[in-house]
């Protein structure tokens, strides 16, 4: 079965520097590619996510790159702020009857 | 669109006791529900996938036994955990994918279970 990893499991950043976090996933048959923001407490938020026929997509300050010969995929937040703390988590699927297989999040911290 | 519900929010059980979670879609028809376990701290595992009308697929390590599934409709889903145990306490999340709604999962809000 899939298997996803990511790094790192907490990152600190200033508030207004960018932040980046990195997954990787085994199985070749995964396609999609969400990242979830998720407060404590609270459902998963889906904040961005990418289909495997493009490389980027961007939203705003969020930015999510694939690239399915090396199996990775980044999350990237640009200008960072203080509501962006939280803990993210990036998942893969090869959809229909297959479900969202997650990596063990990244508990980000921007400070003011 | 794509609003999935779930009752209780948070549930405080005896040891021993069965509590049972349920997980509606609300304005979609859920051909596939996904059940996760989030303990503290930690990701979202995936307990099981169910399909409507059809048994429950259990992951490894998951007593299906202990963790009923039943997927009736296309709009509701209940995870019934029975004989409950204090290491059962976790936030329970359902989530759900609809026929012609692409690869998106729309999750519930959650339950948190704590048996004493």
């Known amino acids: 079965g899939e298997n996803v990893e990511q790094h790192p499991s907490t990152l600190s950043v200033q508030e207004g520097d960018s932040a980046v976090i990195k997954c990787t996933y085994s199985d070749s048959a995964s396609n999609y590619f969400p990242w979830y923001k998720q407060e404590l407490g609270k459902r998963p938020q889906l904040i961005i996510d990418i289909r495997s026929n493009v490389g980027e997509k961007k939203d705003q300050r969020i930015a999510v790159t694939l690239n399915k010969t090396a199996k990775h995929f980044s999350l990237h937040i640009t200008e960072t702020q203080p509501e962006d703390s939280a803990v993210y988590f990036c998942a893969a699927s090869s959809g229909g009857n297959t479900p969202l297989v997650f990596g063990k999040g990244t508990r980000l911290s921007v400070i003011a | 669109g794509a609003v999935v519900s779930q009752h209780p929010s948070w549930v405080i059980c005896k040891s021993g006791t069965s509590v049972k979670i349920e997980c509606r879609s609300l304005?979609?028809?859920?051909?596939?529900m996904f059940w996760y376990r989030q303990f503290p701290k930690q990701s979202l595992m995936l307990m099981a996938t169910s399909n409507e009308g059809s048994k429950a697929t259990y992951e490894q390590g998951v007593e299906k036994d202990k963790f009923l599934i039943n997927h009736a409709s296309l709009t509701l889903s209940t995870l019934t955990v029975t004989s409950a145990h204090p290491e059962d306490s976790s936030f329970y999340i359902c989530s759900a994918r609809g026929s012609g709604r692409g690869y998106e999962q729309f999750f519930g809000p959650g339950t948190r279970l704590t048996v004493l």
């Open positions: 304005d979609f028809q859920a051909t596939t």
